[in-house]
């Protein structure tokens, strides 16, 4: 049981840390330009709750 | 150890624990919102119950990455052991944070009442900035909840722990999802290139601590018998005092052999608890102690002091020629062997 759980860990962790961290390069590409953005057409909007959502 | 049902067993080094983590959840907490508050000017503007949602969320993903390192840790090094004994309770503290972080969150975006808060996180669009995060962060809540709701031994007994222990491995799942969580939450709200660097730097210490101690603790080769069927161990001398050899057998499973003094003993190498390895933990107090939990057993019966009542196989050894045999056939549970005796 025991060696067969860490065959697993070993199997993981080379799979899991790359896509990871590959996926945390593409949240940071995906970025929203601005944060506050210029109201607009075509602009989107950085929060897109309804407004009245904010407390 | 099971003697009687007990919800905890407290004891005075578990109130230690556990009050040295609350303090510490505590420390963090109002540490972030102060400095947050005083020293970053990015925080302006930024309202107390969002400073404090962000505390609660990085101290509970802090909290996983040190309960994430520890089991790795011990592999490289032992004296880690000890961190090892209630990662539990680190565990149920971690989520306690994850779920006061996330009611914080559905209150705040829930105008506190003003909209259905279930209704807020499903609200949120697949937009251009991708994927919702509040998805990632309540699946991870759910599977961290199964985790803290099912941590009691008597979990641990009622699923067995092979099952228990594959269940508990969802941990790494729940991981994923809270990187997905905030690398597409606070990392899309947050122009710092801090948050985005330390979360890599979590991500990287993880994977590198996890593969040097799979690299680190391979077990041996079966070792082979000889026409009597006993296997040749070597020297006694080989294995240190109140430690372990470990021993894998060619028909499948390990043996740990103890050396107490100048007796050696061989006991199954898992744990009757959650299966640790025994051959990785020492002779306390006359008894072979497990490195995970710290129960304890007879070297030469296998069997727990009383009044505890866990049994492990034993298998016979003895001392040929100058050199440690052992008898790779399992004795029932609880069998009691005469130890196997050198010159001192």
């Known amino acids: 049981m025991l060696a067969r759980q860490r065959k697993a860990h070993a199997l993981i962790w080379p799979v899991l840390g790359p896509a990871l961290l590959a996926l945390l390069v593409w949240a940071l590409l995906t970025r929203p330009a601005s944060l506050d953005p210029a109201p607009g057409p075509g602009a989107a909007p950085a929060d897109s709750r309804p407004p009245e959502a904010a407390p | 150890m099971s003697a009687t049902y007990r919800f905890v067993n407290w004891n005075r080094h578990k109130r230690v624990y556990n009050a040295a983590i609350a303090a510490g959840a505590l420390l963090y907490v109002a540490g972030f919102v102060v400095i947050s508050r005083f020293a970053l000017p990015a925080a302006e503007g930024v309202g107390d119950e969002v400073l404090i949602m962000r505390a609660l969320g990085s101290c509970a993903l802090v909290l996983l990455h040190v309960i994430l390192a520890i089991g790795p840790l011990v592999r490289l090094d032992r004296r ?117 660097a330390a979360l890599a730097a979590g991500v990287l210490l993880l994977t590198t601590l996890h593969i040097a101690a799979a690299r680190r603790s391979r077990p041996p080769a079966p070792s082979a018998a000889d026409q009597q069927g006993w296997i040749d161990l070597g020297p006694p001398a080989q294995i240190p005092g109140s430690r372990a050899r470990l021993v894998c057998l060619p028909q499948g499973g390990s043996v740990a052999v103890f050396r ?85």
């Open chain 2, 80 to 196: 880690f052991a000890a961190l090892l004994y209630n990662r539990r309770h680190l565990g149920v503290t971690m989520f306690l944070l994850a779920l006061a972080h996330a009611l914080l969150a559905l209150l705040y975006y829930g105008g506190f009442g003003v909209q259905n808060p279930i209704e807020a996180i499903f609200a949120a669009p697949l937009g251009p900035a991708g994927p919702p995060f509040e998805i990632f962060g309540l699946a991870a809540l759910a599977i961290l909840f199964l985790m803290a709701a099912t941590s009691h031994d008597f979990w641990l007994a009622t699923l067995s722990p092979r099952l228990w222990k594959w269940l508990h491995m969802l941990v790494y799942l729940a991981y994923a999802l809270l990187i997905a969580h905030v690398s597409f939450g606070a990392l899309h709200s947050d122009r710092s290139p801090l948050l985005a």
């Open chain 2, 260 to 344: 107490d003094g100048n007796t050696f003993s061989a006991i199954s190498n898992v744990c009757a608890h959650q299966g640790g390895p025994l051959a990785e933990g020492k002779i306390v107090s006359g008894c072979v102690t497990c490195p995970w939990h710290g129960y304890q057993y007879i070297a030469a019966s296998g069997t727990s002091p009383p009044p505890y009542t866990e049994k492990l196989p034993t298998y016979q050894l003895r001392i040929s020629a100058g050199r440690l045999m052992l008898n790779p056939r399992a004795n029932p549970p609880g069998t009691h062997v005469t130890p196997a005796e050198v010159a001192p």
